[in-house]
């Protein structure tokens, strides 16, 4: 074998079988073995799902080709320094959409439904919570959408099929005839999304643009029946304002799947209150997404250790050096 694939984090075993075709792989040891820095330096290409992908960890590689992040979100990998060094970045936008999607409907449901808070006191025999629980109906009201692309437009067809749900989005990159294929009315700016929705639904890359977008302001502008839901990244919500949010009653409830420390402390602020439902970064973990993960990465760094263009990059600028 020529080419040597350093696994930063594991992998599907299909995508395993693909990468073990080209290159031989192998996978880095961050349970007290040597650190990452010194198990990849003869990689050509290397694959992180929650591994940070730093300028130190790119030096430590001089064969390194390319950096492959399983998932939709690069915030892990500096991007502009592998750009520098040209090294495409690829990622897999498309694997996970249906599966993020469907936990998002999910924690809705779960959160408008009191459907834990139910489970809790029926296990601790109190069958009387049923008259107390008293949940909501997601049928005809207004979800909006930050952020419409693969996830969030899934989402939104979701939404409008099942719950007759009116759907609106703010989102600056969603062309006008596409939000209409999608049944999605564009509004022209965040503030007007928070008034209207009923339910908030993040579905936006964390940017610097987009780091700490949900705050104290924006809590101020919910309505006080309104629910957010985060199944993006952590650092878009000011999770101490929502934490506040929720015990001062500017909202009636939250779900969180995305954290901004990750794994969060264990005193959380948000564990202590019962109208969150929470989830350990799962979204996309289900067997038909981490499958397509690491397929799609697999096939390509395969295209790239060969000369090819991949289909999924995020610095395509530097597949023509």
Known sequence: MTHTVVLADPIHEHGIAILEQIAEVRQADQTGGPPLVE???DAHALVTRLTKVTADVIDAAPSLRVVSRHGVG???V???YATARGIPVLYTPAANAESVAEHTL???LAVSKMILLGDRA???GDFQSRTRLIGLELYGKTLGLVGAGRIGGRVARMCR???DMHVIAYDPFLAADEARLLGVEL????SELLQEADYISLHAPLTPATRGLIGPREFNLMKPTAILINCARGGIVDEDALATALLEGQITGAAIDAWEQEPPPADHPLFALENVIVSPHMAAHTDEAMTR?????AHDITRVLHGERPLFCVNPEVLGR
């Open 106 to 108: 999910g924690m809705m």
């Open 187 to 190: 509004v022209a700016d965040l």
């Open 39 to 41: 198990q990849i330096r």
């Open 78 to 80: 500096d991007v502009a």
């Open 293 to 297: 993960m690491a397929t799609t990465l």
């Open 161 to 163: 099929a099942a719950l």
């Open 74 to 76: 690069v915030d892990s």
């Open 122 to 124: 029926q296990r601790n």
